[in-house]
């Protein structure tokens, strides 16, 4: 699914002399190579702060901590995401609220999203997801009408931007009160281990957040308020500060495999390519997922995995069914496209390394099995 191995022997030289050079440093939490990273994370995105953390499921349960969510309040966020998203809500004593997504996009539903509000809703948690840029504008309009917080979960699309409808461009993550990303090795900006960080344009949250991933001191061995410990190591900054001079060109390598996917399969009628809802810099292909209709989706799979390619199913059960997350406020019929689209989507291999051999081999395999069908 992944070449890691590939991206990394392009640029080893760099990366071992900086982790060599961290390593002679000895400054492993908090050294100077955190400082840079946070530095130019900040200028890349455009935002004031950037407040680095151990990965991106802390990043999130500590934006919201930030937020002051109180037990009960309610946090709305999409049925279709990666589990993180609705774990850091439940495990903080809030009560997450699932909301559809859109079939196209696989983002959040507008009208599901304006539906889930209620006297008790607190927050929306925006997912970019697979890398595209979720309706920032209509999301940032429901959520003022609202009086809501908005938390962009931006886990899978760092660099992607977001296009207001005056022109104007914004880094996503960077747009509501509060964004957050994952370091995870597989994401679009990855380290060689866990990592990730929270982003605000808000001087007073930021100040809060800082303290909070960090025992909640703001002065040593004085707790002004509960944290947690949860910071980025110096070696897996070290290792990004590197990746992020590379990180536009990993996206546009993502986005040419991506053009490629879909030039060779969007003609056939078993097959919906991915949708772009904006421009073309909206989406950086963390995932370059397909639907395949339903009565074809796993005997795909099945065909792939035999013939050695790789693939996924990402995600194959709606968070509102899982047993975790399962509750009575739910009623199965208002999640009509994610309990449709998890039994058709099947994400194929992307990454920065994809040749166009590669992409030849794959969508042949594909297009053989169902015309046989
Ligand atoms: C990966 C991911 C996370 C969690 O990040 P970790 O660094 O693995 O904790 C959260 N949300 C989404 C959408 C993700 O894809």
Redesign the pocket.
């Known amino acids: 699914m992944v070449d890691l191995k590939g991206q990394y022997q392009k640029i080893e030289a760099r990366v071992k002399e900086s982790i060599v050079d961290t390593l002679d440093a000895t400054s492993f939490i908090n050294g100077p190579q955190v400082k840079s990273f946070q530095k130019n994370l900040e200028d890349y995105l455009g935002v004031k702060h950037v407040i680095p953390c151990a990965?991106?499921?802390?990043a999130?349960q500590i934006a919201l901590m930030g937020l002051g969510l109180k037990p009960g309040d309610e946090v709305i966020t999409a049925d279709f995401?990666?589990a993180?998203?609705v774990e850091v809500i439940s495990l903080l004593g809030l009560t997450p609220v699932l909301v559809d997504v859109d079939l196209k996009t696989f983002n959040i539903d507008l009208d599901a999203l304006k539906k889930a509000i209620t006297p008790r809703s607190k927050a929306i948690i925006p997912?970019h997801?697979f890398g595209q840029a979720a309706p920032m504008e209509e999301i940032l309009s429901i959520a003022k009408e609202n009086q809501l917080f908005v938390v962009e979960?931006n886990?899978?699309s760092v660099g992607a931007n977001y296009t207001f409808s005056d022109g104007s461009k914004m880094k996503t993550g960077t747009i509501g009160e509060v964004g957050t990303t994952?370091?995870?090795p597989s994401?679009n900006l990855g380290a060689y281990g866990?990592g990730?960080a929270i982003f605000t344009n808000d001087d007073k949250l930021a100040h809060t957040l800082r303290g909070m991933v960090n025992h909640g001191m703001y002065e040593r061995y004085h707790h002004d308020v509960v944290g947690v410990n949860s910071r980025l190591d110096s070696i897996q900054a070290a290792v990004l500060d590197i990746k992020l001079e590379y990180l536009d060109h990993y996206n546009e390598s993502r986005k040419a495999a991506a053009a490629k996917y879909t030039q060779r399969l969007s003609n056939h009628p078993e097959i919906t390519t991915p949708f772009r809802a904006g421009d073309c810099d909206s989406h950086v292909y963390h995932q370059y997922t397909l639907r395949v209709s339903e009565a074809y989706r796993d005997d795909l799979v099945k065909q792939l995995n035999k013939k050695e390619i790789p693939c996924g199913v990402y995600y194959p059960i709606p968070l509102h069914l899982q047993k975790a997350y399962r509750s009575d406020r739910y009623n199965n019929a208002d999640f009509e496209v994610t309990n449709q689209i998890v039994k058709e989507v099947i994400s194929l291999p992307m990454h920065t390394e994809l040749g166009e051999d590669q992409i030849d081999h794959i969508t042949n395999t594909i297009l053989e099995f169902l015309d046989k069908k």
């Open positions: 990965n991106g499921t802390d999130l995401t990666f993180a998203t997912v997801l979960d886990a899978q994952s370091f995870f994401k866990d990730g």
